[in-house]
């Protein structure tokens, strides 16, 4: 089956302790994307990339740092230094070129850090 | 103005009524237009597209893009309990394809 897997569902960390966040996916996508959602809001874009080896600072980068060594894989690492990295972590991916960027997500992993 | 408004409250409909959701959006974001719908706890699923003013049917959903206007709406026919969800409207950002997102409208079909 094609598709986006995020791993793990749940993650629990303590405050000060870098967490890295896994995201595969199947489709063959160009572009990969990781959002950030807070109860009450909507999806604030972290970071993206279109291409392997290039990526781009979202809205809300700093804190989190990412990676993209190969086609299918986007880890995120979530720094000490996010101030409030508890929240539902998204990623996406669409295909890249001309559009129409439909973007398609995994599961999600949700964040808890105490 | 955000890019992309979505300013209206929980939306309460009876089984089997329609239910209309709003979206607004600024001249920051291109023709491109999705609908995600988001159950409780779980990620964003996408319903509809639409890049060309009018309308757009898919089963129960329609999706209306008015480009003078700047908005795009979706109607859901027929609500099914299930249909209670968040649903998310989305545009593309001009010369790429980053998505703006709303913050997105809860809806809740009561049987």
């Not at chain 1, 807070?38 to 600072?57: E, H, T």
């Not at chain 2, 607004?24 to 719908?37: A, E, G, H, K, L």
Request: aromatic share 12%; hydrophobic share 30%.
């Amino acid at each position: 089956d094609g598709g986006i897997t995020q791993s793990p569902k749940y993650l629990f960390r303590k405050e000060g302790q870098n967490v890295t966040l896994s995201c595969e996916q199947n489709l063959n996508h160009d572009a990969m994307y990781w959002y950030r959602q807070d109860p009450g809001q909507g999806l604030r874009l972290i970071y993206y990339s279109q291409i392997v080896n290039d990526f781009q600072k979202g809205d809300i980068a700093e804190g989190y740092s990412v990676s993209r060594e190969k086609k299918e894989s986007f880890p995120l690492t979530v720094t000490s230094a996010q101030k409030n990295p508890t929240a539902f972590y998204l990623c996406a991916s669409s295909i890249n070129g001309q559009g129409p960027y439909e973007q398609y997500f995994g599961p999600g992993t949700r964040l808890t850090v105490t | 103005q955000k890019e992309v408004e979505q300013n209206s409250g929980p939306l309460s409909v009876p089984e089997g009524a329609i239910a209309s959701l709003n979206c607004t959006y600024s001249d920051r974001v291109s023709q491109s237009f999705f609908w995600y719908r988001q159950y409780s706890g779980k990620s964003p699923e996408l319903i509809m597209s639409i890049y060309s003013n009018g309308d757009k049917e898919d089963g129960r959903f329609t999706a209306q893009l008015n480009k003078a206007s700047q908005y795009v709406s979706l109607l859901i026919r027929d609500s099914q309990p299930s249909d209670s969800a968040t649903y998310l409207c989305a545009a593309t950002h001009y010369g790429n394809n980053r998505l703006a997102f709303g913050k997105g409208n809860q809806v809740v079909v009561i049987p």
